[in-house]
């Protein structure tokens, strides 16, 4: 008898952890429609479930008094056999009895089983069901045919002369509840089946999201950021098979993005949480790096923003100074230095042969000098927001938190690759110029000076298309009283006339950057002009961010920090130049 007592035993063990894996994710499926948290379900389970959630739930659930019951039993069990283990082990060697040892551990294993069952689904006594290979469906579908029998054979003795004037009132209602009983029967297997069939889908979907996520990350930065602006622009159906694919990798990281905004990584599937896993970079520069066994690390590091977030940061990057505009940008998947080279030609010409000469005597060669772009480190600090706007689906959380980190980040990088002073720091487009003109005055400039300015920067750099004038918006406004002369008040500043043509100074565009000296005093640099293509900026692609959930609990918020890496550098002194007042 011992044999097969294990080997039931095992069975009812394997089987029993088995199928609670399986009830723990229904039970999650479940537990997500609750009032509390329904935000977090599909579209396609809200709907589902408007049908009749509650009745759905109560046809797969146990009595918490059956479950507190068989648990304390289950529990009261496992420790008499394990005291009986320990009594037979504490005997002298020679005595022990090995089969009741094992037999012991054997039930030991059964009763944690239906324990880790109990404790994981909510119900111990629906193990038995399953173990025989009845789910819920089928249960509901037995007890429907139960009850098609019973009307079955109550319509016969109807329609039978002998038995048909002998059936009561009471018959007669009975078979009424089994009607309804039947209908209420068949809903509450329209609706699990549509459950099972939602979950099915939920799951396949899941799957393939993870699949275009792992794929697209082998993409580098620049593709990502043009397939994605292209499908804004001219639509999804507009992009070749391999766009598409990488266009549904993006979309899955927005998608888990959103999800771990708004919920935390603890309330993410196992499938969100891998997609989630793509976008990792710890704070040593690493990507997918998982430091703890039990799931990825929110203390070591953030989670890269994908291109549909960051489209709303990059959208408040630029409205706080005009450096992105009007600067080049160049965006790096990496942090490593990278040697920039430099050169200006514009002193040399070439030259006249004369008969029998050859070209390599008295040529000149060019001389390039190096800038190295590197990546320093910048954070928005802490952006606190209240849980009920997390929780609350109606709010464009991409927006708010896009604009929150776009502000702050954008106003920092606008400053220093304004005047930064080249210290551990980026080297602003100031500080890398040179000085075109000096004005007469210390409290004034005039149009003539402006001349002087744009004439000092050689031609070549001025017939760039990236040339014109930059200065903060009160110099603009002085700008703007300026008159030409005294037969002619035409203003210096021309408004355009054409929608999609920008404003003129001088017949060149312009950029307002509050960042520049904004009052007319001495040693002010109040305007610079030149060809800003040669000003750049270096971005390492990809602003991460960081959800912390328990800084700031007691007033139920939660707090996000962004980190973004970032360089500037002037490539040619000669190409901009500024105008000093003395």
């Known amino acids: ?240 098979n391999s766009e598409q694919g990488i266009l549904a990798g993006i979309e899955a990281e927005n998608e888990t993005m959103n999800a771990y905004l708004r919920f935390g990584i603890n309330n993410l599937s196992d499938e969100e949480q891998r997609i989630l896993k793509t976008l990792y970079v710890g704070f040593d520069g690493r990507t997918n790096v998982q430091t703890r066994a039990q799931g990825l690390t929110t203390t070591a590091g953030g989670y890269t923003v994908p291109e549909g977030f960051m489209a709303e940061i990059n959208k408040f990057l630029s409205y706080f100074g005009g450096m992105l505009d009007a600067a080049r940008v160049i965006r790096t998947d990496s942090g490593a230095d990278i040697p920039w080279p430099s050169n200006d030609d514009t002193a040399n010409t070439g030259r006249l042969l004369t008969e029998g000469s050859d070209a390599s005597s008295g040529s000149t060669d060019l001389v390039y000098g190096v800038t190295t772009l590197k990546a320093y480190n910048y954070t928005s600090d802490l952006i606190k927001v209240a849980r009920v706007l997390l929780q609350d689906t109606g709010i464009n959380l991409e927006g708010h938190l896009g604009e929150q980190l776009g502000e702050r980040l954008g106003r920092i990088l606008n400053t220093h690759t304004t005047t930064g002073d080249n210290s551990s720091k980026p080297q602003g487009f100031i500080t890398g110029a040179t000085q075109g003109k000096v004005s007469a005055s210390a409290t004034a400039f005039t149009r003539s000076e402006i001349i002087d300015l744009l004439h000092s920067v050689n031609r070549a750099y001025r017939n760039s298309p990236k040339a014109g004038f930059m200065m903060h918006d009160n110099i603009l406004a002085a700008i703007k009283k300026l008159s030409i002369g005294t037969s002619d008040d035409r203003p210096l500043w021309q408004a355009s006339m054409q929608a999609g043509t920008p404003d003129k100074l001088e017949g060149f565009q312009y950029w307002v950057n509050n960042d520049m000296a904004s009052t007319l005093a001495t040693g002010n640099k109040v305007m610079a002009f030149g060809d800003f293509n040669k000003y750049i900026i270096r971005i390492v692609s990809g602003l991460e961010i960081l959800r912390l959930n328990e800084r700031y609990a007691e007033n139920h918020q939660v707090a996000f920090v962004g980190f973004m890496r970032f360089d500037g550098r002037t490539i040619n002194t000669n190409a901009i130049k500024y105008l000093e007042l003395t």
Do not use: C
């Open 1 to 240: 008898m011992l044999w097969p007592m294990l080997a039931l035993a095992f069975i009812f063990s394997i089987g029993t952890v088995a199928w609670s894996k399986d009830v723990k994710e229904k039970q999650k499926l479940e537990q997500s429609i609750t009032a509390e948290n329904i935000a977090t379900v599909s579209l396609e389970i809200k709907e589902a479930y408007k049908l009749d959630n509650a009745e759905y739930k109560a046809s797969v659930s146990t009595p918490s008094s059956i479950r507190s019951s068989m648990g304390n039993f289950t529990i009261g069990a496992a420790f008499l056999a394990l005291v009986g283990i320990l009594i037979n082990l504490f005997r002298k060697k020679e005595s022990i009895n090995y089969k009741t040892a094992i037999t012991a551990v054997s039930v030991v294993g059964l009763f944690a089983a239906f324990l880790v069952a109990g404790n994981e689904s909510g119900t111990i006594m629906a193990t038995i069901p399953t173990l025989l290979g009845v789910n819920g469906i089928q249960h509901l579908l037995d007890a429907r045919a139960k009850v098609k029998f019973q009307m079955e054979d109550a319509a016969r003795k109807l329609k039978d002369p002998a038995t048909a004037d002998k059936i009561t009132s009471e018959e007669l209602n009975q078979f009424d509840k089994w009607d309804g009983e039947f209908n209420e029967l068949t809903r509450k297997i329209n609706i699990a089946t549509k459950m099972e069939q939602l979950e099915a889908n939920k799951i396949t979907k899941l799957e393939n999201q993870v699949d275009a996520a792992t794929k697209v990350k082998s993409v580098n930065s620049v593709k990502r950021m043009q397939v994605w602006q292209k499908s804004q622009e001219f639509g999804a159906d507009k992009l070749s």
